[in-house]
């Protein structure tokens, strides 16, 4: 029984999480040649004020163009 855990900031749409796990539990059944039912994508969403790169806060972060 294949497990992902995929870890974001937070910040996306539901439809954008239905495409991600969508894709992931299609890689995993292509690669692991198993059925989609016993794949299980798990997705762990961090408040941009409790995730940090390069000692900047996400939140604290300017908006990509």
């Known amino acids: 029984m294949p497990e992902v855990v995929v ?3 937070e910040g996306r749409s539901l439809d954008q999480k239905r495409g991600l796990v969508k894709d992931i539990t299609d890689a995993v059944v292509k690669n692991c040649a198993v059925e ?3 794949v ?3 997705i762990m969403e961090t408040a941009k004020t409790n995730k940090a790169k390069g000692g ?5 972060m300017p908006a990509k163009k």
């Open 7 to 9: 870890y974001l900031a």
């Open 56 to 60: 900047i806060l996400f939140s604290e």
């Open 40 to 42: 299980t994508v798990s």
């Open 36 to 38: 989609p039912e016993v």
